[in-house]
């Protein structure tokens, strides 16, 4: 595909009227008769078990159908592969309602439904809960200094040459921890089922998921329904940023009390309520650098410690990512993990990257000072073309042309490297760089394409759209094949009962999905042409599908504009008044090449020595991550994600109270995000990177790259206007003004 017509151009979202007009429905909107409503009831313990539960005044309120609990529920399953979700982690997973065993503060314990949220709320203030508490650790440094930590991950570690002697010997070392706090990831959106009782057994469940699959499968596995009896939909979704990854216990329980009650039953979190959902793990990383004085890296170390619950053991990588970025012969990286009495964290913003980069590129920069060498120039030193750990070369990477178009753009060649040497009127300025990597995945997908006599074309999937702009993209792909306007594209998403497709995340959806509608739409230009060149004297006759294009509604031959012929003409010679075809796209895995996205983020920031105060006043991200789409919606992705960077770098905090094992700062006036005011000036360029190798449309998929490296870069930054090194994030201002 060379000249395109949708393909690579800036188009607004298509279903963007639908959403600010209040048209589009969200999982908690979805309204039908005799709906009950139902309301959880959170454990105030951190560990123990239930000893009794009171609900005869709850019961007693008019109003309340029932007051669901593990002492009362209907049956579940009790095997644990029954509630391992597609994407569990490995271990036992939580289960809703199962048993008297309270295994986090805030775990789900009773369910009150009514026939009104407001009764069902009152109601649930009224169930009294005996415990019996056991003692419990919620504490990742406590645990850490008392070496209640787990042996390293063999899937996490990796080893070259001899790091430890490397180091002695190295002319330049830096060593310092990095410490990241919980963080949750508050989408606008609570979580929330909608689940109608559908008679016969059978439910159509409204979810707030990211993957309506994958849903599906867990909802129906755990409460022993046929997966065709239960159907999921999430056609809109108020953010997830991850937490809607694996399903969340709105949905069981939704499903349960509608089983039970045999009535639809929505159950709604509220927003403190989101704090008892998977969480960011807060992490400590133990970093060693040693280099030559010429700035070559002879030695990396990266070793991190990372929280995850009693009964899981969730991590990401967060420690293999110099080996794809920066050339060094001896290297050792490593992972544990602490157990602590909380829920099981889950994937955030980029899980794995935006930690690992966040803590290596802090190190790098410090390198860089303790060198006395420019910051990029210290990248480009040691810039690799190859991915270390597996020892091949990269199918693209136009890191080096980041750097280049991002400086260019930020400026960089005028900072001057001394901290505090830069300033504008009363505040101090700060320039800081980091680098960013993020995988290009791609998962197995199908996808169904429609056409129909008139011309209107459908496209298909079960994966949902989150926010990113896959309904758009998604269409721009099926009307650049179909050669038909983009407004007769009409896109079904979120909804199980569509061509399977993973969950949205990753920044997977685009090359997976995309591929695999570029597939569904390949078969249907391949009848398309076989009815066209059954048409008495065809001049299409002997072409092949590589020699025609389908341009403005028709099949054009590419060796002349009087060689074509209308598609709803072909259609209507063949009698065909619909062509339909499916087609999963897999990933093409050779093992010859690693596939990444890359980007170079530079940070102003503005520092007021007197009151503390820091502004992150300009952002330039350049990110390389092959064929744009959507330059428009992917440039909004980056811009979000920078937004990310900023309340992982200066606001993100979940904290806890570890007398009681609570997340005290569960809500939007005590867990900080950024606002508006918060938020300046955000440049974002896309490199030109070709990539023939991962798919037939060159897709790596953008999104958590605009996150990775961010916070790098406005600690960086920090440093440079204050001369002060914060390694614990978030860097707030007690403790820039602190000595
Ligand atoms: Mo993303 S953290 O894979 O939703």
């Known amino acids: ?115 009104e949220l407001e009764i069902a709320r009152f109601a649930a203030s009224l169930v009294r809960i005996e415990y019996e508490p056991e003692a419990h650790v919620t504490d990742l440094e406590a645990q850490r200094k008392r070496g209640a930590i787990s042996a390293p991950d063999p899937s996490h570690a990796h080893k070259r040459g001899d790091p430890a002697r490397a180091f002695e010997q190295a002319a330049v070392k830096v060593q310092a921890e990095y410490r990241m706090p919980v963080e949750h990831h508050n989408p606008m959106e609570p979580y929330a089922t909608t689940a109608v009782w559908e008679g016969g057994g059978r439910i159509t469940a409204y979810d707030k998921t990211q993957g309506p699959q994958n849903s599906r499968n867990y909802v129906a596995d755990l409460s022993e329904l046929p997966r065709d009896k239960v159907r999921v939909l999430s056609p809109y979704v108020g953010g997830g940023f991850g937490s809607g990854l694996r399903p969340q216990y709105q949905l069981p329980l939704a499903v349960l009390a509608a089983r039970a009650l045999k009535r639809s039953v929505r159950v709604t979190l509220t927003r403190q309520q989101m704090f008892t959902l998977g969480y960011r793990a807060g992490l400590v990383h133990e970093l060693a650098l040693g280099a030559n004085r010429d700035g070559t890296l002879v030695s990396f170390r990266h070793n991190t410690v990372a929280m995850t619950s009693q009964f899981e053991d969730f991590q990401r990588s967060f420690v293999t990512w110099s080996s794809m970025l920066y050339r060094c012969a001896n290297s050792e990286l490593g992972q544990r993990l602490v157990k602590l009495d909380q829920n099981t964290p889950c994937d955030m913003r980029a899980p794995g990257g935006a930690e690992g980069l966040y803590a290596i590129e802090c190190a790098m920069d410090e390198l860089a000072c303790a060198a006395n060498i420019d910051p990029l120039e210290l990248r480009l030193i040691n810039y690799s073309d190859k991915d270390q750990i597996e020892n091949r070369p990269f199918s693209s990477k136009e890191l080096r042309e980041c750097y280049r178009q991002g400086a260019e753009k930020f400026g960089w060649s005028k900072r001057t490297p001394e901290p505090r040497s830069m300033r504008e009127g009363n505040e101090l300025v700060g320039w800081g760089m980091a680098s960013g990597i993020w995988e290009a995945m791609q998962l197995k997908a199908s996808a169904r394409a429609v056409i129909t006599a008139n011309g209107s074309v459908e496209i298909a999937s079960a994966t949902a759209d989150i926010g990113p702009g896959t309904y758009t993209m998604m269409a721009q792909i099926a009307a650049e094949m179909l050669g038909v306007p983009l407004q007769d594209v009409t896109v079904r998403l979120g909804d199980s009962s569509l061509p399977d497709a993973p969950v949205e995340g990753g920044s997977f959806t685009t090359s997976s999905v995309g591929s695999a509608i570029h597939g569904a739409c390949r078969a249907v230009q391949k009848e398309l042409l076989r009815l066209a060149q059954r048409m008495p004297g065809s001049p299409l006759a002997g072409a092949s599908i590589d020699d025609v294009v389908f341009a403005e509604g028709k099949i054009r031959h590419k060796q002349g504009a009087s060689r074509e012929i209308p598609v709803v003409d072909a259609m209507r010679s063949g009698r065909a008044d619909r062509i339909e075809q499916e087609a999963t796209a897999e990933p093409n895995e050779d093992g010859k090449t690693s596939r990444y996205t890359h980007s170079a983020v530079f940070a102003e920031v503005k520092f007021d020595a007197q009151l503390g105060v820091i502004r992150v006043t300009r952002v330039v991200s350049a990110v390389a991550a092959g064929r744009i789409l959507n330059p428009k919606v992917a440039g909004s992705q980056i811009v979000g994600a920078v937004v990310g960077g900023i309340g992982m770098a200066l606001h993100e905090e979940t904290a806890t109270d570890h007398r009681f094992g609570r997340f005290m700062t569960h809500n939007l006036a005590d867990y900080h995000v950024p606002v508006n005011a918060d938020i300046h000036a955000i440049d974002v360029i896309f490199v030109e990177e070709k990539d023939d190798e991962i798919n037939p449309l060159g897709i790596k998929g953008v999104g958590e790259i605009g996150i990775v490296g961010t916070a790098a870069a406005i600690a960086n930054a920090i440093y440079h206007a204050t001369g002060k090194r914060v390694r614990d994030l978030p860097i707030t201002i007690d403790k820039l003004l602190r000595d």
């Open 1 to 115: 595909m060379t000249a395109t017509t949708y393909l690579g151009k800036p188009t607004s979202r298509i279903e963007g009227r639908e959403k600010v007009t209040g048209a589009a429905k969200y999982a908690g909107e979805y309204n039908v008769p005799a709906l009950a409503h139902g309301f959880v009831v959170s454990s105030a313990i951190a560990k123990g078990r239930i000893k009794r539960i009171h609900t005869a005044e709850a019961l007693a309120v008019s109003g309340v159908l029932d007051v669901f609990s593990h002492a009362h529920r209907p049956k579940l399953a009790s095997s644990d592969e029954k509630y391992k979700d597609d994407i569990a982690p490995d271990g036992s997973p939580f289960r809703p309602l199962y048993d008297d065993r309270v295994r986090f503060s805030g775990q789900p314990v009773v369910l009150v439904v009514a026939e």
